[in-house]
């Protein structure tokens, strides 16, 4: 079939030359391919930082390369959560911060003069490059298949699972901490197959890394101990696997802690405390080992039972007891969520506040993954008929994964690098025998025939697919998949995942596009027309934003650490104007910024987020703000006429509405969003003034007035200016007086 | 599995435990007394144990086991420390603490990874019954990795390790 020429290349000991540099460019290309499927939003729009954690750790990457790394360590950041502030550098995961600061400072020194934003914006392109290299190597452990290693990455390198977090512009954690775990993987496996120290020191290295970058370390800090646990328990106990765990373990442990923010939990939180148990059951099954070396089987089992049963004893009481005593933490809330999905809304709404600690709709997976999703299974089925010890590792990881991916939309991420690999397991293996254009050698189908007499069980018959037809439907039907997967992905990527959400862009009614771009516009004017230290209220989903761009103190952001003070702002914004004024002014809010829809449908608003901001404020002050009184008598959430009181004289209503029917004929306003016709009448407010309305409407800004100089309140000084009537009964009771100090 | 016999057997002998000196003399010869009965008490298991131990281990081996019961001692001091006296400077008993287990583990390795074939020759009293089976894999095992390598991964360990625990002291 081949001509003469390709096969001097293509064998002998040239050809492994050949097929190793044609392995190189197939990677770099697949590399390449990941990062410019990750380019859409840069080029479609400009080089920009997306959504909302992006901003701050740019804001903190920022910081570390003007005032140097020790005082980022030691950063006490005053403009936000205002009053409090946040001791901003013992409460991050620098990890993406450090490495993006090291890259720049790396190109400085080739004098390469490169703008700091621009590698943030293409950190996350750049290391899924890596990560398809991870890819490549991890999975290369799992199979002999020369393929296996390659589609894995290829599978990596697009699927839109992976995407989702690593566009450019998406400068957040996962941007690094993904390909950290599959490379930690990769060392992992390498490790227990090698049974050598530096492995399991490399594997801690990373670990580490790993745990300065993203707070999913966690999965990482389970599996493995989890990976040995099986492993021990199927009696697979050999000197490699006591060498790379315990080498793991101690080193990662102590790396681990020297993140200030994790600093004692790896020994406090229960989290951590089966990667304890489990380096304490190897140390023991290790000595068990030993002594059986020196002893014959009956005395042995004798000194087992009694040594298994005494440990057993005493690390449970041990367990129970520091529980107790509270010396172990008990489970993080996250945690707990997810084994109870219910458990977040009930206990901790700032949680389940957060639409990506949604469980998973059903079609995500497939949306996500595409073919890849029906070929895991497969995968995994294969991985159990080799079952070695890196493959129990596959088969854990994939069912492990699996249910966390179900329970929160945002551990998908965790599931697609071993969707990749089990499913690049199982396409290689179709393609290996699909493939390959040989018919059986006459010598082994005689042979398979002449030794009919012997046993039937011992029979060796030929076994395999020779016909062509077979095999090129299955080939072509592969192939139409793949070229399927590619599509998908690309559709994907440029449809749903590659808009930054700060800059918003729709389809006007001739097709073109229509950008609109009101939240730099507010954030702009804030940066232009404010005092340098306005402090400025909002939700919290826009903290780092308003920190990031308008570069103004707020009082709560995204990092969502202080539980109390984000219910005093939902407090501020549930409530009537006359309690929450003093609010306001016992938190020097200068201005106060609303998200609002209402004009271009934009759903995304504050005035839909607003139940969380009523039960979360509702969850410290039960008996002032009640979720009840926001809804109807018949149970809906309403903003229209038939609006209950307090959901009318709240400060967000108010502020949504304010001046809205004006831009309509009268009677005739409308709320695009929620779809429903508005009250005649716009909402009064009194303690605040409009400061400022986007093109769109989306963000409108509000200065809070200041005590009137005449010493009226605020409804009285509103009413007096509008030419009504004082009553008498206030002149005669004398001014209010607004307690704020 | 050459016949190896102390000229008289220790198998009942409860004495206090040999100190590790005619072991370390006579490396070679072995005390595999198999004649232990089925119902021997716990203690005279044990006694059987160090026997057992301190006649078949190899020099090197021993100098590394020396040096895990020494960390074992100041592991165990210092949690003792913490204990009593309270954790105060809970950075530095940490770091103190881990730095003995993480060197107690290493070293564990080192000890694996270089006596499985250093005393592969067939001193090693284990090769009997189904235990043959679990020798033999190890020793399998640990032909990957040379001592030299073991080694070097050793102090790659430490290294690691103990700039860990400088790093954590404060």
């Known amino acids: 079939m081949a001509p003469s020429s390709l096969d001097v290349v293509l064998k002998g000991s040239s050809g492994r030359n050949t097929r190793g540099l044609l392995r190189v460019i197939i990677l770099c290309t697949i590399a390449a391919a990941a990062v410019s499927s990750r380019l859409f939003s840069v080029i479609r729009f400009e080089s920009i930082i997306h959504e909302f954690d992006p901003w701050f750790n740019f804001r903190a990457t920022k910081y570390l390369i003007e005032n140097g790394f020790y005082s980022f360590w030691d950063w006490f950041d005053d403009r936000t959560w205002h009053p409090l502030g946040r001791v901003t550098g013992g409460t991050l995961y620098p990890g993406l911060m450090v490495t993006s600061g090291v890259i720049y400072h790396i190109l400085r020194l080739l004098t390469i003069p490169v703008d700091i934003r621009n590698i943030c914006v293409m950190l996350a392109p750049g290391f899924s490059g890596l990560t398809a290299l991870a890819m490549y190597l991890l999975t290369s452990e799992m199979s002999d298949s020369p393929s296996a290693g390659l589609l894995a990455a290829a599978f990596m390198g697009i699927t839109p699972g992976y995407i989702s977090r690593s566009v450019a512009g998406s400068y957040d954690n996962e941007a690094i901490a993904i390909f950290l775990l599959v490379f930690t993987f990769y060392l992992w496996i390498k490790a227990v197959k090698n049974g050598s120290i530096m492995w399991g020191a490399l594997t801690a290295l990373f670990y580490g890394y790993m745990v300065s970058a993203w707070g999913g370390y966690v999965f990482i800090t389970n599996l493995i101990p989890l990976h040995v646990f099986v492993l021990l328990c199927m009696g697979r106990y050999s000197t490699r696997v006591y060498i790379s765990y315990t080498t793991w373990y101690a080193l990662g442990t102590l790396g681990s802690m020297q993140i200030p923010f994790v600093g004692f939990l790896p020994i406090r939180n229960s989290d951590h405390m089966s990667a304890l148990g489990v380096f304490g059951l190897i140390q023991l099954v290790a000595f068990a080992e030993f002594i059986r070396g020196y002893l014959p089987g009956k005395q042995f089992q004798k000194l087992l039972t009694s040594m298994v049963l005494l440990t057993f004893g005493l690390g449970f009481g041990g367990l129970v007891l520091l529980s107790i005593s509270g010396v172990i933490a008990p489970w993080s809330g996250r945690f707990y969520s997810l084994w109870d999905t219910g458990y977040a809304k009930i206990h901790i709404p700032i949680i389940a506040s957060v639409s990506e600690h949604q469980p998973t709709a059903w079609p995500a997976f497939f949306f996500d993954l595409n073919f890849l999703i029906w070929l895991f299974p497969a995968g995994v089925f294969m991985c159990f008929q080799k079952l070695k010890d890196e493959h129990v590792f596959v088969v854990i990881y994939s069912v492990l994964a699996s249910y966390f991916a179900g329970v929160m939309v945002r551990l998908m991420l965790t599931l697609t690098p071993i969707v990749c690999v089990a499913a690049a397991l199982a396409l290689s293996c179709i393609l290996d025998n699909f493939l390959v254009a040989s018919t059986p050698s006459t010598e082994t189908k005689a042979k398979a025939t002449t030794d009919d007499k012997s046993l039937r069980s011992t029979r060796n018959p030929v076994v395999g697919i020779y016909s062509w037809f077979s095999k090129s439907v299955v080939v072509a039907s592969v192939t139409l998949y793949l070229l399927l997967f590619v599509a998908h992905c690309t559709w994907v990527t440029s449809n749903a995942y590659s808009s930054p959400s700060v800059v918003l862009a729709s389809k006007l009614p001739d097709g073109s596009q229509f950008i609109i771009d009101d939240y730099r516009e507010a954030y702009y004017w804030l940066r232009q027309n404010t005092p340098d230290n306005a402090k400025i209220m909002s939700w919290w989903d826009y903290g780092y934003q308003i920190g990031g761009m308008a570069d103004r103190p707020t009082l709560v952001d995204n990092n969502t650490w202080n539980n109390t003070h984000i219910a005093t702002v939902g407090k501020a914004m549930s409530s009537r104007e006359e309690v929450s004024y003093p609010i306001l002014r016992q938190h020097d809010v200068d201005y106060v910024l609303v998200v609002f829809g209402g004009l271009l449908g934009y759903s995304g608003d504050d005035l839909n987020k607003f139940l969380w901001m009523v039960r979360i404020a509702e969850g410290i002050w039960p008996d002032e703000v009640k979720e009840r009184d926001y809804f109807t008598a018949r149970g809906e959430y309403r903003v229209d006429e038939e609006a209950t009181p307090a959901m009318k004289n709240s400060l967000m209503y108010k502020m949504s509405y304010h001046n809205f029917q004006s831009l309509f004929p009268a009677g005739q306003a409308m709320d695009r969003v929620r779809n429903t016709k508005l009250p005649k009448e716009s909402p009064q407010l009194n303690t605040l003034e409009e400061a400022f309305t986007s093109e769109n409407w989306i963000v409108r800004l509000y200065k809070v007035k200041d005590l009137d100089n005449l010493g009226r309140d605020h409804s009285n000084a509103v009413a007096f200016d509008k030419g009504l009537k004082r009553k008498r009964a206030t002149k005669h009771k004398g001014p209010r007086v607004l307690r704020t100090e | ?170």
């Not at chain 2, 005619?22 to 005279?44: D, I």
């Not at chain 2, 086991?65 to 006296?85: E, K, S």
């Not at chain 2, 030299?148 to 390790?161: K, T, V």
């Open chain 2, 1 to 170: 599995m050459a016949p190896k016999r102390h000229a008289a057997s220790t198998t009942s002998a409860a004495s206090s435990t040999p100190t590790p000196t005619p072991a370390l003399t006579t490396p070679k010869l072995s005390s595999g007394p198999t004649t232990l009965k089925t119902n021997a008490s716990a203690a005279e298991i044990a006694t059987h144990v160090w026997q057992q131990y301190a006649s078949t281990t190899p020099q090197r081996t021993l100098l590394l086991d020396a040096f895990m019961a020494f960390l074992v001692l100041v592991g165990g001091l210092q949690f003792v420390y913490c204990v009593v006296a309270g954790n105060y400077p809970f950075n530095a008993f940490l770091s103190g603490f881990s730095a003995a287990v993480g060197q107690f583990v290493l070293t564990a390795s080192l000890r694996m990874q270089t006596s499985d074939s250093g005393t592969g020759s067939g001193s090693k009293p284990s090769s009997k019954g189904k235990n043959a089976r679990f020798v033999d894999e190890s020793e399998e095992q640990g032909t990957g990795i040379s001592h030299e390598r073991a080694f070097a991964d050793y102090i790659f360990g430490s290294l690691i390790l103990h700039f860990f625990c400088v790093n954590f002291i404060n």
